[in-house]
């Protein structure tokens, strides 16, 4: 049959596919790389206290733990994905989703709840010194 295209995994269009995808992966490979450490280090640092900055701002004493955990994740993807992410249709479902998850889960449960934990104690410590 003329017009068909072959499937077979051993097919030379699967193998122009991998190949493309094998490029893609070197090229961004190559660009992490192309940043220096110490720079990547700043990002990091720069992105962790920008994320407790605004998990500091969020989150104030005697909320219930679900409610932390929410503050939480919403705080990580305003800081990593920019504040109009929030916007977008059914984040808070996922948001919920993802939290319930946590909730579930004793030992993720118990580390979010202690980095939460972390930066109240700092907020309030803080406090304390002004």
Known sequence: MTGTLDRSPGSSRDRIEFVKSAIALQAVKGQDKALPRSEKLFLIKDGLERYIERLSDLITPNLPAKN???????????????????????????????????????DLRRQALAVVGGVLENKTAAGKKN
């Open 68 to 106: 932390l955990i929410v503050l939480m994740i919403k705080a990580a993807l305003e800081v990593e994905f920019g504040p109009t992410f929030t916007l977008n249709k059914g984040f808070d479902k996922m948001v919920n989703k993802l939290a319930d998850s946590i909730m579930t889960n004793p």
